[in-house]
């Protein structure tokens, strides 16, 4: 197995008459260390099924084939999807460990085997989305590590309290737990990006709720950060017809209607969703 410097990057890239596309958020790895790197920091093992959102040129793929036993790309591009087959054959005995599907990773359903572990380069302009869906209709994925913009990574991973905590950060706890596992270096990519990127790390663990609990709940994340300093008995004000009804709800839930909700870690918002209607 050889992996992928560069030079190699830049002569596929070349091949296929590509030239990275901003609009899919394309910013190849060209540091075979940090793939590496990424796929030791996820812990895959070599009964691991590893899923892979864009795989582009292939770096972090070949890492992964190295450790995991299967390995299921996922490539929005038509050519780079049809490309990374051949590539993979050309560097790896065992090609046929790869299966590569052509899709939008936000219209994922299913997938021909079940993923224990994500391991992925996510689209900046995507990252929490994609995120999100997969760990909803994927819950065969146990661990993972997502490259992401610095900032996004920071909010992923924030604690209550904090002006990173919001939306991503409850919304991803309802799944997991989310810690951020290391900087990035700009130079990794090709071309390089004008902002900085970190490695997120999860690791899944039981959802307090059902579906329509998931539902339920995610609308009361929506609408208490939807004006952020507000207070809940405020933010809420527009689910339960008034201030006052907001603050009936939130007291019945034990939540002080003061606080605001940067203040409260997922199991709070369980709360008030459990003794809130239904009719909203």
């Not at 207070?231 to 004000?237: H, I, P, Q």
Request: proline residues 6%; contains cysteine.
């Amino acid at each position: 197995m050889s992996l992928l410097g560069a030079a190699q990057i830049r002569e596929l890239a070349a091949a296929l008459d590509l030239k990275p596309s901003k609009s899919l958020g394309q910013n190849f790895v060209i540091d075979s260390n940090i793939c590496t790197k990424i796929v030791r920091t996820a812990g895959v093992t070599s009964s691991d099924i590893a899923l892979e959102i864009g795989p582009g040129l292939g770096s972090l793929t070949l890492a992964l084939l190295q450790t995991a036993a299967a390995v299921v790309a996922v490539e929005i591009d038509q050519r780079l999807a049809t490309q990374l087959p051949i590539t993979v054959a050309a560097h790896f005995e065992h090609p046929e460990n790869l299966t590569v599907i052509n899709q939008d990773a936000l219209t994922l359903k299913d997938l021909p085997v079940q993923p224990t572990v994500l391991v992925a380069n996510l689209p900046y302009n995507v990252s929490v989305p994609v995120l999100l869906h997969l760990l909803e209709k994927f819950p065969s994925l146990r661990t993972g590590v997502v490259m992401v913009q610095a900032e996004v990574a920071d909010r992923l991973a924030g604690r209550p309290g904090t002006k990173e905590y919001g939306i991503p950060s409850v919304k991803a706890a309802w799944w997991a737990e989310v810690k951020g596992a290391g900087s990035v270096s700009r130079s990794v990519f090709w071309p390089a990006p004008n902002v900085d990127s970190k490695l997120v790390s999860f690791t899944r663990r039981e959802t307090p709720g059902d579906e329509a609990s998931r539902k339920k709940v995610f609308t009361i994340i929506d609408a208490a950060f939807a004006q952020r300093r507000k207070m809940l008995r405020s933010a809420l004000s527009s689910l339960y017809g008034s201030s006052s009804g907001a603050e009936a709800i939130l007291i019945r839930a034990g939540i002080d209607p003061t606080l605001r909700g940067e203040a409260l870690e997922i199991s709070s918002f369980c709360a008030i969703a459990a003794v809130a209607p239904d009719n909203y």
